[in-house]
Structure formats: structure tokens, C-alpha cells
């Protein structure tokens, strides 16, 4: 089946952000997305938080999409729990709290040596629409091997 990262169903979508991220990092053995497309007529930014290997037939990315793939550094993702200290200040209700969406733009860190991604179709979509300065879709990750193409 097809995947969809940042596709927004509503009228004027193109105009909006939008971000999603998939955690694969607890996954043991192989990630592989069959198809995946990011963004549909808008300009979706997607991140992939990765395992070691990450296996795309087909990725789509729209006009002004991009995606982020990172995986893990030598010595592993670390936990968030582990090194966080107690809250002593209690929290006040008055306040409002307000969430901000997920972004993964790129990993601080290099991916371990043994981290491969591959994607083994690339496709960028547009619709023919015009924008000043242009459109500029975009694929980034931190894997020591990246391969694209068939078979590599």
C-alpha cells in the first residue's frame, strides 16, 4: 500500500504547513515502506526518525515537499527518560500550554557506519502551478549509505 506523510484534504491545503514524522527507531530488523509519498498539492515537511536500515520502493515527494531520514549515531538513539531531572515546580494552570508540531529537520549527529537507506524510485510531482522563486522539493539524511536508484 501507499503511505502518506502531510497530505491535507481541504480547500487551500497548498497554503499550509504541514509536519509529520514516523519513529522507526524501535524496529529491530529492516524498515520498508513500499511507497511513500510526501505531501499532496502543499508543501509537507516529513522526517523519518530510522532504525539502521530503511528500504523505500517508491518515493514520492511533492512540489515543495521534503523529507528528512535520520538514523542513529554509533552509539544508538538515547532514551528521553534516562537523563531527565524531576520537575519541582508545580505546574500553573493559568497557563497555557501551547503544542507545536513534530519537525524533524536534520540529525546533529552522523548515522553509524552501518546505517543504510534506499530508495529505489525517486519521483518529484507538480502541478504546473507557478511560484515566484520557484519550488524546491528536498531529501536529507544522515545515513552513512545512501543508494538511489534500482538496485543501488
Do not use: C
Request: proline share 5%; charged share 15%; hydrophobic share 35%.
Amino acid at each position: 500500500g501507499k503511505v502518506w506523510m502531510g497530505r491535507l484534504q481541504y480547500v487551500g491545503a497548498y497554503l499550509a504547513p504541514s509536519y509529520s514524522t514516523i519513529n522507526t527507531s524501535k524496529v529491530q530488523g529492516e524498515m520498508n515502506f513500499r511507497h511513500l509519498a510526501v505531501g499532496d498539492q502543499n508543501a509537507a515537511q516529513a522526517g523519518i526518525i530510522a532504525n539502521k536500515k530503511t528500504n523505500i520502493g517508491t518515493l514520492d515527494l511533492w512540489q515543495s515537499a521534503g523529507l528528512s531520514i535520520i538514523t542513529p549515531p554509533e552509539s544508538g538513539y538515547e532514551s528521553k527518560t534516562k537523563d531527565t531531572p524531576s520537575q519541582n515546580n508545580p505546574k500553573n494552570d493559568t497557563q497555557k500550554t501551547e503544542i507545536q508540531p513534530t519537525q524533524v529537520i536534520d540529525g546533529p549527529f552522523a548515522g553509524a557506519k552501518d546505517t543504510v537507506v534506499n530508495i529505489f524510485h525517486l519521483n518529484t510531482k507538480a502541478d504546473g502551478t507557478l511560484k515566484a522563486g520557484g519550488f524546491k522539493a528536498s531529501l536529507s539524511t544522515n545515513a552513512a549509505h545512501l543508494h538511489i536508484g534500482e538496485g543501488g
